[in-house]
């Protein structure tokens, strides 16, 4: 079961308006002691502005989230670089209020998605009708249509996810999930999988989101296209994915649509991938284009089965064993009780397996909390949307886990974005 994860795109867009300090000189000598009160001044002066520039960016940081969502919405970037950039001609092929056009593109290049030039004055403070503007690399990487930023903003800004955020205040008081708050089901999934629409719907007991259905998996493979290469790209990961013998099986553990596995694949020409998912997420899978070929040519298997019924089924399924399993982005979804009845299944599958010594179990998640500070938010993200339990652990945290699982953590692989991996094996 793939995850749900806060775009670094939207932190960035939180942090990239902060108004300058002001700078204050040290005084030295004799100055300093007669400019002492002066000087106590400017430094409490110097405060405030710090105090009051950070209060600022955070009381308007939903706003520079809804720009960026409209951006992304909008394809801006494509619509302003196929145009002469006016906001006159803006408004015409976004549909919008002249007006309101110019205001939105000034607040774009405020959250620097965007340049402005060309206008009265010279220095982007005219009255608009000669203003030129232009997509900047944030712009053109979430405001083009295939930009690999896009489906992230659009999933994360999501009015959907919006919705379960509109619970925080009784989330926080009572531990209740947020979108079960805001869309009557627990889990997204339960949502967007069609064999369950007409049941909520009959039952009212739950709102379907079939049109969030295509954002959801789009966000999906946007996170995928911006952090698999990260992981990829980790030296003790492609020492480990190399050093599988030809022939190897990967076991994909809830795998998604395969944005993974199409990567992994493409590392290795003479492996192949066993992804298990739940039945609403192979549906989407299988109507991955990337993935398509792959099933095709046997280099994908899909199973559908959840994590939680068991991991594989070597008895019924003609696949060999595997020698290498992936959770990816799986656990932080889960509270303790649900990760160790996932790994243990995990575990039980290996013990089954004739190569158990030689087979490794490769968790990747975001982190480590202990390093990326900043993933406490993402943890937080991860309470609203799938309930307390959720949340981003240090590697102390899976140590433990591992643990009770009868499992033991052998390395932890960094890379060079905010995901990680923990081998591990049977004990």
């Known amino acids: 079961m793939t995850g749900i994860w806060l775009p670094v795109v939207v932190l960035t867009l939180l942090t990239i308006c902060d108004a300058a300090l ?24 110097s405060a405030d502005n710090s105090v009051g520039s950070g209060m600022l960016d955070l009381v308007f940081g939903f706003v520079k989230t809804k720009v960026a969502y409209q951006f992304s919405k909008l394809c801006a970037a494509d619509i302003l670089t196929n145009s002469n950039g006016s906001a006159e001609s803006f408004a015409a092929a976004a549909n919008m209020d002249h007006s309101l056009s110019l205001r939105f593109l000034r607040a774009a290049v405020a959250v620097d998605l ?31 249509i295939n930009s690999p930023g896009r489906g992230i903003v659009l999933l994360e800004a999501s009015p959907e996810y919006a919705s379960a955020w509109d619970q925080f205040d009784r989330v926080l008081q009572t531990g209740e999930i947020g979108w079960e708050l805001a869309h009557g089901v627990p889990r997204i999934y339960d949502s967007i999988d069609e064999s369950k629409i007409s049941t909520l719907t009959s039952s009212g007991s739950g709102k379907t989101l079939p049109g969030f259905r295509d954002t959801f998996y789009q966000g999906l493979r946007s996170w995928g296209g911006m952090e698999e290469g990260d992981i990829l790209s980790a030296a003790g990961v492609r020492n480990l994915i190399a050093g599988l013998p030809s022939e190897a099986v990967v076991a994909d553990i809830g795998g ?17 991938v066993l992804l298990q998912e739940q039945a609403v997420t192979c549906e989407a899978a299988r109507s991955n284009p990337v993935l398509k070929p792959l099933i095709d040519t046997n280099r994908v298997t899909i199973l559908e089965r959840s994590f939680f019924d068991g991991v594989l089924d070597l008895e019924t399924n003609v696949v060999a064993a595997p020698h290498l399993y992936i959770l990816k982005y799986v656990l932080h979804n889960w ?22 010594a030689d087979c490794r179990i490769l968790i990747i998640e975001h982190g480590p909390i202990e390093s990326t500070p900043e993933i406490r938010l993402l943890d937080l993200h991860m309470a609203v949307l799938c309930g307390k339990g959720a949340t981003e652990r240090t590697t102390t945290e899976y140590s433990r886990l591992l643990e009770k699982s009868g499992l033991v953590l052998h390395n932890v692989h960094s890379s060079k974005g905010a995901v990680y991996a923990l081998e591990c094996g049977i004990k």
């Open 114 to 144: 965007l340049t402005e030039c060309n206008t009265s004055d010279g220095n982007g403070n005219g009255d608009g009708n000669e203003a030129v503007f232009a997509p900047t690399e944030l712009g053109l990487g979430i405001g083009s």
């Open 256 to 272: 998604g649509e395969g944005s993974f596995a199409s990567k992994l694949l493409g590392l290795r020409s003479d492996i192949s």
């Open 335 to 356: 509270g303790d009780d649900d990760c160790i009845q996932i790994l243990r299944n995990v575990r039980t599958a290996i013990e089954k397996q004739a190569n158990v």
């Open 22 to 45: 002001s700078f204050q000189p040290r005084l030295s000598g004799q100055s300093q002691i007669v400019h002492s009160h002066s000087s106590q001044f400017m430094s409490s002066e």
